[in-house]
């Protein structure tokens, strides 16, 4: 079975910093996704960033981005130029590349975001 | 386009009640899912639908939890009875295929069982 641990449950940037969220996960297999999942208190979970297992370039959205290191089954998210509506729960998800497309979440990261 | 729609966005109730959830997903979207999700944790898949059939239900609580998805569009699940540790958020997501597709979410619906 997969895990997924993000070791940060709470974070905290000042606006217009850097700040960077932790996660690590376990997978037998070889092809997968990896995504960051943003939550404000609305509850929608939102889509941030994907990364497809078998790509080694590491995906970027606009102020997104991630570190994928594969052989350290280390993902971490870094988001640039932090504004406050970044302030919400991030989950880190994997899916098998592999049968049906079901997330196995971390637990989370509250970030916030310091004015 | 419209988003996947669930109601109630809360609900209250004593042990041992019954509660259903409602979700109606994006349009033309084929597989459906529900994930329950704890206060402090992530979401934990309960079932996955693809058009009205049960592709995968082996988290789903099978003595009080039960799900449907009539017509392949529309999705119920429904506690009963309820039990304490059933308080939870619960969300609903759909996606157009089983594999390789981007997950749309729903608002969820809040459940508190006292």
């Known amino acids: 079975a997969q895990t997924v641990t993000q070791s940060q449950p709470e974070m905290s940037v000042q606006e217009a910093e850097t700040v960077t969220l932790s996660c690590t996960y376990d997978t037998s297999e070889s092809d997968y996704y990896l995504f960051w999942y943003k939550q404000p208190p609305s509850r929608q979970m939102i889509l941030v960033i994907r990364q497809e297992a078998y790509k080694q370039q590491n995906a970027t959205e606009n102020r997104f981005s991630v570190n994928f290191q594969k052989a350290a089954k280390s993902f971490s998210l870094k988001i640039s130029d932090s504004q406050l509506g970044d302030a919400a729960m991030y989950f880190c998800a994997f899916t098998s590349g592999a049968g049906s497309y079901q997330l196995t979440f971390g637990k989370g990261t509250k970030l916030s975001v310091i004015p | 386009e419209a988003g996947v729609a669930q109601s109630p966005r809360y609900k209250i109730i004593e042990k041992r009640q019954s509660v259903a959830f409602w979700c109606n997903p994006i349009s033309g979207h084929a597989t459906l899912y529900w994930y329950q999700q704890i206060l402090g944790q992530g979401p934990k898949l309960l079932i996955q639908f693809q058009n009205n059939g049960v592709v995968d239900d082996s988290q789903l609580p099978k003595d009080r939890f039960s799900a449907e998805r009539l017509k392949g569009v529309d999705s119920t699940l429904k506690i009963q009875p309820a039990k304490l540790e059933d308080s939870a958020v619960y969300l609903c997501?759909?996606?157009?295929?089983?594999?390789?597709?981007?997950?749309?979410f729903g608002s969820g619906t809040q459940l508190s069982v006292l």
């Open positions: 997501a759909s996606s157009r295929q089983t594999t390789n597709e981007k997950l749309f």
